[in-house]
């Protein structure tokens, strides 16, 4: 059973960064590019980026409202995805989800991020 | 970038009764690869959301034969033949053609 779980979540300051990890656990995860997508509170979902798999590359895609700011990156010997976030906004304030492939065919339950002083 | 539009963005339906969710984009989503990578999604209350159908018609594992996808191009539309309760939730479309891949503005679906 394919499963992905997030962690990392939490309160941080305008500014400051914050870490997110993604465990995958149920396939090969070095044979999938794995995604983020976020969800500010009451509101739709925002694709955050994603990154291929080594065999494609191992290259990253961002949405412009992140580029610059967040890095995702992925160890595969530990079959974790990450997404590390810097110089945070309040409206990065969001549940992110980590996903599996561009087309999203799994995901996991969310991790909340708020941003706030 | 491509747009996402669909309609309506609220819709009561009456149990057993057939439903419909209109997709379109401000591009073609036919790829250059010969795909259209037209996905839906449901997003039940205080849930994750989860994929219903990918590449425009496709059913992932799971999912109930009511759910169904067509279209072509830039209009898309997913059906369910009969509502049931489980159904409630908010429905997203989401075009993987061209980047960035975006999602629909969503459409809530509740009962009557």
């Known amino acids: 059973e394919v499963q992905l779980v997030e962690s990392g979540g939490g309160l941080v300051q305008p500014g400051r960064s914050l870490r997110l990890s993604c465990t995958a656990s149920g396939f090969t995860f070095g044979d999938y590019a794995m995604s983020w997508v976020r969800q500010a509170p009451g509101k739709g979902l925002e694709w955050v980026g994603f990154i291929r798999s080594k065999a494609y590359g191992g290259t990253t895609e961002y949405a412009a409202s992140v580029k610059g700011r967040f890095t995702i990156s992925r160890d595969d010997s530990k079959s974790i995805a990450y997404l590390q976030m810097n110089s945070l906004k309040t409206e990065d304030t969001a549940v992110y989800y980590c996903?599996?492939?561009?087309?999203?065919?799994?995901w996991g339950q969310g991790t909340l991020v708020t941003v706030s002083s | 970038d491509v747009v996402m539009t669909q309609s309506p963005l609220s819709l009561p339906v009456t149990l057993g009764q057939p439903a419909s969710i209109s997709c379109r984009s401000s591009?073609?989503?036919?790829?250059?690869?010969?795909?259209?990578?037209l996905n839906w999604f449901q997003q039940r209350p205080g849930q994750s959301p989860r994929r219903l159908i990918y590449k425009v018609s496709n059913r992932d594992s799971g999912v109930p034969d009511r759910f169904s996808g067509s279209g072509s191009g830039t209009d898309f539309t997913l059906k369910i033949s009969r509502v049931e309760a489980e159904d409630v939730g908010v429905y997203y479309c989401m075009q993987g053609t061209h980047w960035p891949s975006l999602f629909g503005p969503g459409t809530k679906v509740d009962i009557k």
């Open positions: 591009q073609s989503l036919v790829h250059s690869d010969g795909n259209t990578y």
């Open positions: 996903t599996r492939r561009w087309s999203l065919d799994y």
